[in-house]
Nanobody, 122 residues
Framework: QVQLVESGGGLVQAGGSLRLSCAASGYTISRFGMGWFRQAPGKEREFVAA???????YYGDSVKGRFTISRDNAKNTVALQMNSLKYEDTAVYYCGRGESGSLNRATNYDYWGQGTPVTVSA
């Protein structure tokens, strides 16, 4: 069955970096768009970054220039490199598989991982 497992979250000081990883199993990511979303307490799930099946990338306005999404089809993984982290980046980060449509909409994803928490101290 399809599974997505995120890792790499943790506690970091503002201005620091973290690298999140999403390991997919049960299917081949090369045929699907993949994305990262985040959800802070009391807030809706927010689009962070996505990459479509042919490698094009898309970013939310709040992370442009600081975060980079990449895919490794051979390893069936997707990574999110987060630099210059800010306090407001604190959230649980989720990896998802795009089903159809725009990759910046959570409703267009059919599978999600369990999430990995990121805490940025001010």
């Amino acid at each position: 069955q399809v599974q997505l497992v995120e890792s790499g979250g943790g506690l970091v000081q503002a201005g620091g970096s973290l690298r999140l990883s999403c390991a997919a199993s049960g299917y081949t990511i090369s045929r699907f768009g993949m994305g990262w979303f985040r959800q802070a307490p009391g807030k809706e799930r927010e689009f962070v970054a996505a990459t479509n099946w042919n490698g094009n990338t898309y970013y939310g306005d709040s992370v442009k220039g600081r975060f980079t999404i990449s895919r490794d089809n051979a390893k069936n993984t997707v990574a999110l490199q987060m630099n210059s982290l800010k306090y407001e980046d604190t959230a649980v980060y989720y990896c998802g598989r795009g089903e159809s449509g725009s990759l910046n909409r959570a409703t267009n994803y059919d599978y999600w991982g369990q999430g990995t928490p990121v805490t940025v101290s001010a």
